[in-house]
């Protein structure tokens, strides 16, 4: 089963900061919907 880890960075680069921010978003919510969607199906 798969383990969700974090990290943490620095960007200086205000506009390159914003991007990276929104797609962490929207990777974050996916991470989610398949987390549980592999909970549904492990078998223990």
Request: aromatic residues 12%; proline residues 5%; negative net charge.
């Amino acid at each position: 089963m798969p383990t969700i880890t974090r990290s943490a960075h620095w960007l200086s680069h205000a506009g390159f900061h914003d991007a990276i921010e929104r797609y962490t978003l929207e990777e974050h919510q996916e991470i989610e919907r398949y987390t549980d969607i592999l909970e549904q199906h492990f078998p223990i």
